[in-house]
């Protein structure tokens, strides 16, 4: 979600429900990018998609829109849509006070105020710091847009430099990790030997032991029965 507040997302709730409504109205104002996906030519109104994030899910991840600001703002936009052209996209901003809907649009990022465009950077440079997630497919192309290709290029290669360093860490300790299972398995096999050894050893003194004076009698008549 490219909030204007994008910093507080995780307290936002608590944000919202002690701050004054003019502060609540901010809250709610998001940025977004989308495709138009329906318009009424008759009635006046129609429907943009999200990017950043779903929309109301009854309206299938579309953002209610009417004609009377594009007409205002963009009147050649508003003239392709009167005959029925789909074949556009744009930036808008959301309003969420009473339902979703659109309530102001650009053509560029560039004509984005400056305290909802630098929010919407901070936004998206957030999402190629989030190494445990994978990227959004359309980042790159939106990243280009609002930043430039060179900054792009910056952002993905310190992305690239991040992953492969957790790579590493995680080699290693796979690494350290295996060393531990075999040690212990060697000294595990270490202690079940020894007692094979002790008997062994006990075994070998009973074979190598001196025979006693009963022994050697015992020795004598048998040899003297043989005969």
């Not at 996209?89 to 630098?118: A, C, H, T």
């Not at 300790?173 to 060697?186: D, F, G, L």
Request: proline share 3%; charged share 30%; hydrophobic share 35%.
């Amino acid at each position: 979600m490219a909030s204007i507040t994008i910093q507080v997302d995780e307290d936002i709730k608590t944000a919202f429900e002690g701050a004054t409504s003019e502060t609540q109205k901010q809250l709610i104002v998001e940025v977004e990018f989308g495709h138009v996906q329906k318009y009424d030519t008759v009635r006046g109104f129609g429907f943009v998609s999200r990017t950043f994030r779903a929309a109301n899910r009854r309206l299938g991840n579309n953002v209610w829109f009417h004609i009377t600001n594009i007409k205002r703002d963009y009147p050649n936009l508003a003239k392709e849509l009167d005959a029925g052209s789909l074949e556009m996209n744009f930036w808008y901003e959301v309003d969420n006070s009473d339902r979703e809907k659109v309530s102001k649009i650009w053509l560029e990022p560039q004509d984005i105020p400056k305290q909802q465009r630098d929010s919407l950077v901070a936004y998206i440079e957030q999402l190629w710091c989030n190494h445990d997630r994978a990227l959004p497919e359309w980042l790159d192309s939106i990243t280009i847009v609002v930043v430039g290709q060179v900054r792009k290029d910056e952002l993905k290669q310190l992305y690239d430099d991040q992953i492969r360093k957790r790579n590493e860490v995680k080699k290693q300790e796979q690494i350290q990790i295996q060393s531990r299972r075999k040690q212990a398995m060697q000294s595990n096999n270490q202690t079940q030997s020894s007692p094979d050894r002790v008997q062994g050893h006990l075994n070998n003194i009973k074979n190598n032991a001196i025979p006693s004076d009963r022994d050697r009698q015992c020795n004598a008549l048998a040899h003297q029965a043989k005969r």
